[in-house]
């Protein structure tokens, strides 16, 4: 019975035997991370839990600031909006 592979020493191919299983094990460790990032885009599209809270306190600073007749600067400082010089 004779092959119709050819005769393939270990020694003549065992550096490229390497490199392409390096290359594989980084193209999986890729993959597996974009699932991963993939997956937590589902989280960040999702409502944040702590948004309505952060929206009160802002907005509760914002009248605390009107009442007491505070710089408008810092009710415009919750709002993430630098002072003017």
Known sequence: MTS????????????TRDTLHTHT????????LAEYILDWED???GD??????????????G????????DPALAASAEGKPPVA
């Open 4 to 15: 119709a592979w050819p005769e393939l020493p270990y020694d003549a191919w065992s550096a």
């Open 25 to 32: 094990q980084v193209l999986g460790k890729l993959a597996a």
């Open 43 to 45: 989280v960040v599209a």
């Open 48 to 61: 944040d839990p702590h948004a309505l809270p952060l929206d009160f306190a802002r907005s509760a600073f």
């Open 63 to 70: 009248h605390a600031c009107e009442v007491c007749a505070w």
